[in-house]
């Protein structure tokens, strides 16, 4: 390990972290020769990224299979409005590679899979979780529990952050915090839900602290512990996290839609329900067409941008069923196309409904193909 | 009286109020206190038999109530009681 030597020029920038009596040149030389695979590169993955690159992190993988959006600016940090449309981990890595030349990028621009996480979280020392939904958030967990690696761990939702570092030299991980995920539809994803932009470059930050310290070894790191912030109050708390002695055995990776979309009763998520396109929800408009469009967004959603349609948010579909319509084609949708097929599976099975169709893609797919000028989110 | 912190996203069934005063000796009996306030969140923390549901933990103070007395968890008057939701977010 001492053969790891810096140039004068490493020596210059690093010079605030060795000059930190407990973290000195030791400690650098530990990030020098660390590989961290950093999964999503999102408002966590942002921070995290510029960070561990700043610090001198040696080897740092990027994995994220989507392109930059225009809604990513408000809060992922690592891009600019000319990386919009370009592949995430190319952004990033072009950003970073102008941060700090004498880090080692590697590029990942896939989804992880159950196919692929093992062989790709192998060669790295530690992973840091920026993802945003619970199949990836157990994926990366069960893979790091079989192959022994940390799992440094960080959730945003709207205002409230979460914290903590699973696998730790044998500690707790996160089926032992949350051994089931909620039903779909319970907790609204980020993309239903929001997040102040401020609030990932906090909790990121967070995160990529945790990762220096257990890669230079310095510190507590958060094990056996989770740390929460609600940024609207500013409270925060540290609770314990335990090893829960019912928590399985994990030996092999699973198919974590099909655990992740089970909900308590043992009801598919994706339930097939009947169809329509925009194009025909067009037709079905121009040609006046007797017939009920229905939108379970929530009201906020409904001013950001509307197809006129009766506002029942999905929450509430079940209490005001007699304000759906049974003697007509009845076209419900939400913004991507997932909450309103939630509605109309409990509207069909509780109900009986049989004149409900899907507004495939949402409102999102008709502002890309029928009103262009329409605001998407 | 106890308090309890509602998260972020189980506040929309409570008016958004961050915290709710209970009462109650055990967990199970603020929680129930909080709930028949909010019935929306009733359904949300309990499973049908009553049983809290598994990806909700519940603390007091900094103690997992599962590493305690579970449900029948003595509170005081101070006692700060948590509900853990996982929380998937971050988006990208």
Redesign the interface.
Known sequence: MNSTSFSKAELERYSRHLIIPEFNIKGQRRLKNAKVLVV??????SPLLLYLTAAGVGTIGIL?F?VVDDS?LQ?QVLFSVDDVGKP?VEAAQKRLKGLNPHVNLVVHNTMLTSENALDIIKDYDLVAD?????PT?YLVNDACVILGKPNVY???????G?VSVFNYKNGPHYRD??????PPG??????E?G?IGVL?GIIGSLQANEVLKILSGIGEPLSGR?F?F?A??F?T??????K?PETPEIKELIDYDHFCGLN?NGESKDEEVKEITVEELKSLKDSNSDYQLIDVREEYEYEICNLEAELIPL?GILDNVEKVASDKKVIVHCRSGARSATAISQLEKKFGFDNLYNLRGGILAWADSIDTSMAKY | MAKV?I???LR?FTNNT?SIDANGGTIKESIISVADQFPELKK?IF?DGGEI???I?I?VG???I??LDKENTKVSSDSVI?I?????????
């Open positions: 999503g590169t999102g408002g966590l993955g994220d989507d990513n809060r995430k920026g993802t945003d939904n619970f958030r960080a959730s945003i939702f709207r205002f409230e979460q915090l949350f051994p089931t995920p909620p319970l907790v609204p994803s980020c993309a839900g997040v990932p989770l929460l609600d609207l109050t409270e708390r540290t609770l314990k996290v335990h829960n308590l929450g | 912190i998260p972020t996203p929309k961050a949300h499973e549901r598994k990806f933990r603390y900094d103690e997992d599962n590493v948590s853990i939701p996982a929380i998937a977010g971050g988006i990208s």
